[in-house]
């Protein structure tokens, strides 16, 4: 699968929102609603991650047994697994770094 502007510039872009509460005020029902969408959000990146690394097992699979056409596909989607990955490994560090900071907190 090759990228192209087109597909660049079909992305739409985030808009950011006003807080409707005052900061440290929280609606029950919002923050549910925000923790089922962060666990959505999660659920889908680590989809597509899968998805990526799927995609380039089979184009692998391709290239050794002949029967891909363009070695760089395979390359391609190599790479943006590796990328991939990468980046969820280090989100998860991040996300490991904060943790472990909130916790070193003294109340």
């Known amino acids: 699968m090759s990228m192209n502007v087109a597909d660049i510039l079909s992305v ?40 990526l690394q799927d995609q380039s097992n089979a184009l692998a699979i391709q290239a050794v047994t002949g029967d891909l056409n363009d070695i760089h596909d395979a390359t391609i989607a190599q790479t943006r697994a590796a990328l991939a990955v990468e980046l969820a490994a280090s989100l998860r560090n991040r996300g490991v770094e904060a943790f472990n900071e909130i916790m070193r907190m003294q109340v």
Request: glycine share 8%; proline share 12%.
């Open 12 to 51: 739409a872009p985030v808009q950011p929102t006003a807080p409707s509460a005052p900061l440290g005020v929280t609606d029950p029902a919002t923050s549910a609603s925000n923790a089922g969408s962060f666990a959505n959000a999660l659920t889908g990146a680590v989809d597509d991650v899968q998805q």
